[in-house]
Structures are given as C-alpha cells and as structure tokens.
T-cell receptor, first 111, second 116 residues
Framework: DAGVTQSPTHLIKTRGQQVTLRCSPK?????VSWYQQALGQGPQFIFQ???????QRGNFPDRFSGHQFPNYSSELNVNALLLGDSALYLC??????????FGQGTRLTVV | GENVEQHPSTLSVQEGDSAVIKCTYS??????FPWYKQELGKRPQLIID?????GEKKDQRIAVTLNKTAKHFSLHITETQPEDSAVYFC???????????????FGQGTILTVHP
C-alpha cells in the first residue's frame, strides 16, 4: 500500500500563474481533504471532497478550487497565484469515520 | 467556527523526562481529537487520537486525556527519547455527515526538543 501520494513534490510558479496539484488517496479511502501549511504554522483546511463533491470548505477564496475523480483521486487548482500562496500543500485521505492520513505534501513557491 | 489553542509553543526536556502539551477547543460539538507529529520536511503523522466518548487513551509511552466539560485535551509523552523531537499538532473536528469527520482544525504546534 503506497499510502497517500502527492505530485509534484516541489513547484515554482510566477505570480499570476495557475497551478494544479494532485493527490492519490490511500487504498480504499473515499474522502480527500486539502490543507495549506505556511512555514511554522499548523495546517489550514481548504476543502474536503467526498463522492466527487465538495462537502466542506474553509476560509479560502474562490481562486482555490478542486475536483475529485471517480477513483477518489483529487486535484487542487489555484488561479492567479499570489506570493502569499507559497506554502506546503497537504492532501489527507480518510475512510468514512476513520482517521486522516497525510501525503508528503507539495511545496509551492510563488516568485 | 472551531478554534484550537495549543501550548506551549516550544518545549525542551531532558531525555527520560515527561512532556505535556495542552490544547483547548471552542466548539462543544467537536467529537474527535487527533494528535500529529511532524518531523522537519515530512508529512504530519497520526500518533494517537481520542473520541469524545472516552476520557483517556494510552499507547505505550504516549497518552491523551480529554476533558469535555472544560473543552481541553492533552498529550503526555513519558520517558522521552531524542527521536521524539519534532513538531506536535493537536486538532479537533466534528462529523461532516453521518459518521464522516469533517475539517480538522489544528493548533499552532509545539516544537519539542529532547536533549540526550
């Protein structure tokens, strides 16, 4: 079991560009959540997907959007990148009622 | 929404001592409280969790206690070892629907350093 995998591991983008991050959940997990972790802080919830729909959303602007595919994998899209979007983006998967497992994250740097 | 406060922000102990990290939460509906350990450059890893129907849970050197009335929960690590050095995060959540858990609200983190 490969656990939760995310790609890419590192990414450098220019302000104003768009980025897509990808997540493959742990085998059998049906729920995917995305978090943003700024340096020295705890992860902040972006949104959660279940059955291909956004179930919950945190306090992030509409520039942040996502998608879940029938195989439960997920994408996070960020448009019009700002310098402040630089962070570690974590994907967490879980099975209904069970604990969340995190991927290794994607380190996004906006220059 | 939920707010989780975590203290202390840094904790330094000698090998073999105990370490205690405390968290308070604001939403009385929260019913699941996991603790994560994050080593530098690595993913957060679940080390222990507790549900609101339990007051205490122990796993070898790690234990967590929950006081629902006071809305606080604590992580206790006994016989600390240098490899326990990491950032520890507490979190709280409630059901998103049915038995599923929704968003995790994290504390600010505690940097634990265990000196040999």
């Amino acid at each position: 079991d490969a656990g939760v995998t995310q790609s890419p591991t590192h990414l450098i983008k220019t302000r104003g560009q768009q980025v897509t991050l990808r997540c493959s959940p742990k085998s059998g997990h049906d729920t995917v959540s995305w978090y943003q972790q700024a340096l020295g802080q705890g992860p902040q919830f972006i949104f959660q997907y279940y059955e291909e729909e956004e179930r919950q959303r945190g306090n992030f602007p509409d520039r942040f959007s996502g998608h879940q595919f029938p195989n439960y994998s997920s994408e996070l899209n960020v448009n019009a990148l700002l310098l402040g979007d630089s962070a570690l983006y974590l994907c967490a998967s879980s099975l209904t009622g069970e604990e969340a497992f995190f991927g290794q994250g994607t380190r996004l740097t906006v220059v | 929404g939920e707010n989780v406060e975590q203290h202390p922000s840094t904790l330094s102990v000698q090998e073999g001592d105990s370490a205690v990290i405390k968290c308070t939460y604001s939403d009385s509906a929260s019913n699941y409280f996991p603790w994560y350990k994050q080593e530098l450059g690595k993913r957060p890893q679940l080390i222990i969790d507790i549900r609101s129907n339990v007051g205490e849970k122990k796993d070898q050197r790690i234990a967590v206690t929950l006081n629902k009335t006071a809305k606080h929960f604590s992580l206790h690590i006994t016989e600390t070892q240098p490899e326990d050095s990491a950032v520890y995060f507490c979190a709280a959540t409630t059901s998103a629907g049915g038995t599923s858990y929704g968003k995790l609200t994290f504390g600010q983190g505690t940097i634990l350093t265990v000196h040999p």
